[in-house]
Nanobody
């Protein structure tokens, strides 16, 4: 199994920045999942996959965050990051780290398909 623990959430003013972290733990191959991603969830909206990265850090982003968010991973530290800039109130959500050990046929990680393992989430409030 893979365990995911998010941190770094909080409150920030519009236009501000925040960096989220996700600590990954597991045994064997599960300690370094091939795909990792960030989702966000607000109660009245469908859960949205916002960014993903493969084992080598190649990123993909949802259009809603492209140019403002940056995903990265440090495999030596077993940690996934999400740097969020130019935040708006619409970015307010619970941000959830996810991982999957299955390698996609295209080798490209798309957030909406990274659903094998889930963290508990961390709240981000922009106001």
């Amino acid at each position: 199994d893979v365990q995911l623990v998010e941190s770094g959430g909080g409150s920030v003013r519009p236009g501000g920045s925040l960096t989220l972290s996700c600590a990954v733990s597991g045994s064997g191959d599960t300690a370094s999942p091939y795909c990792m991603a960030w989702f966000r969830q607000v109660p009245w909206k469908k859960r949205e996959g916002v960014a993903a990265a493969d084992f080598d850090g190649r990123p993909s982003y949802a259009d809603s965050v492209k140019g403002r968010f940056s995903i990265s991973r440090d495999n030596a530290k077993n940690t996934l990051y999400l740097q969020m800039n130019k935040l708006t109130p619409e970015d307010t959500a619970v941000y959830i780290c996810t991982a999957d050990v299955i390698v996609p046929p295209t080798y490209e990680c798309i957030a909406s398909f990274v659903t094998g393992y889930w963290g508990q989430g961390t709240q981000v409030t922009v106001s």
